[in-house]
């Protein structure tokens, strides 16, 4: 399995933290300290809506929460989805069912 470089952990980290509004060191700390909770697809091909590049799943703090950021064509990286199980959970025990719309509804308004 792959791992994140050196030089990626450290662009992460300042994403997640002007993301979370927490400093970098806080975001490798508390998100990014271990390897065994980040999973790094080098080459991800989606058949929708295209994208094709680097996929990195980060499982931070409790395993509930989860952000996957995705490289950039050009360079650099942006957070493709962040979900927090506790809030979906909750969400379909209000009887909301699990449709690509809901989901994505569901992932836009915790951005």
């Given at each position: 399995?792959?791992?994140?470089?050196?030089?990626?952990k450290k662009e992460l980290?300042?994403?997640?933290?002007?993301?979370?509004?927490?400093?970098?060191?806080?975001?490798?700390?508390?998100?990014?300290?271990?390897?065994?909770?980040?999973?790094?697809?080098?080459?991800?091909?989606?058949?929708?809506?295209?994208?094709?590049?680097?996929?990195?799943?980060?499982?931070?703090?409790?395993?509930?929460?989860?952000?996957?950021?995705?490289?950039?064509?050009?360079?650099?990286?942006?957070?493709?989805?962040?979900?927090?199980?506790?809030?979906?959970?909750?969400?379909?025990?209000?009887?909301?069912?699990?449709?690509?719309?809901?989901?994505?509804?569901?992932?836009?308004?915790?951005?």
């Open positions: 399995m792959s791992k994140l470089k050196v030089k990626e980290s300042e994403l997640l933290a002007n993301h979370l509004e927490i400093t970098p060191q806080e975001a490798m700390e508390w998100v990014l300290y271990d390897d065994d909770r980040i999973l790094v697809c080098r080459d991800y091909f989606s058949d929708s809506p295209g994208y094709r590049g680097a996929i990195v799943w980060v499982i931070g703090g409790d395993s509930c929460f989860q952000t996957c950021f995705a490289s950039k064509a050009g360079g650099g990286w942006y957070i493709m989805y962040e979900i927090n199980e506790n809030e979906l959970t909750a969400w379909l025990d209000n009887g909301k069912k699990w449709t690509d719309k809901n989901m994505n509804d569901l992932i836009k308004r915790g951005t």
